[in-house]
């Protein structure tokens, strides 16, 4: 992990004093970093079944792409929902205006794709372009589905898979890729990626309601004030209708 930030650094770095800085914002500390993690353990696990020794360079350089992915998406994503802060700092579009973020967004999508071709491999190349392609899907879902109080949980489900564990399912699929896995553990670890990904964003949209802004190190509450109603909104809305879509009538959310 700690040679995947160094490398991010220079990957994103080397060009351009902006996006120096721009790296330093978003490479610095305060990311979780699950998903790199997420492409590493499963790379040792599938390692271990194809009985290799150690993991190779392309699941390192793998997890390098999926965090850069990932941090292209959340650029963009903070100059969508007009957020100034993440991972406890100031963000991109907060330091640099709207203009240089869209720019540094592209650049991290256009430097990952790169990588991504040169790690030749076909399948990976597939897996992964059609993450990009879901991230435009799930955002446009969710902006068509903004205070709509008859969302259903399916909806959300789907919304959320495109959004957050799509990317995380095809990290687990493409880092079995390069353990030579059958398409039997293949398919077993894309679904593996899909569940754990669905979870995560559940209980992403559980802490927007819970936690304090410190804690999550961006502004709490952003879903219900931006009208995004989430699992949490929906599970009340089943129980109490009325009561529900009262208090966002209060709140002029509907
Ligand atoms: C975070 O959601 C957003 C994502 C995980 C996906 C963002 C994707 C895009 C902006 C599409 C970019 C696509 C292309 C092709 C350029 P959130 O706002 O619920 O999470 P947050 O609370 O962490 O901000
Ligand atoms: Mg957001």
Known sequence: MDTMNQNLRHIVGDRHPMLLAAAD??????????????????????AEMAGLSNIVAYHRRLAEIIEMIHT???VHDD??????????????????????AVLVGDFLFAQSSWYLANLDNLEVIKLISQVIADFANGEISQ??????????????????????????????RSSAVFSGMSPEVKEAMYD?????????QVVDDILDFT??????GKPQGQDLASGNLTAPVIFALRNSPELVRTQLRYLHLV
């Not at 100031?90 to 709207?98: A, E, K, M, P, S």
């Not at 593996?192 to 995560?200: E, R, S, T, V």
């Open 79 to 100: 100059v969508l929902d007009d957020c100034s802060t993440r991972r406890g700092k100031d963000t991109v579009n907060t330091l640099y205006g709207t203009r240089v």
């Open 72 to 74: 292209a998406s959340l």
């Open 25 to 46: 914002q978003i490479f610095g500390a305060g990311g979780k970093k699950l998903r790199p993690m997420v492409v590493l353990l499963m790379a040792r696990a599938t």
């Open 211 to 216: 936690q304090t802004s410190e804690q999550l």
């Open 192 to 200: 593996y990626g899909k569940h754990l990904g669905l979870a995560f």
């Open 143 to 172: 902006a068509a589905s903004l205070f709509d109080t008859e969302i259903t949980l399916d909806t959300y489900l789907d919304k959320s898979f495109y959004k957050t564990a799509s990317l995380i399912a095809a990290s687990c």
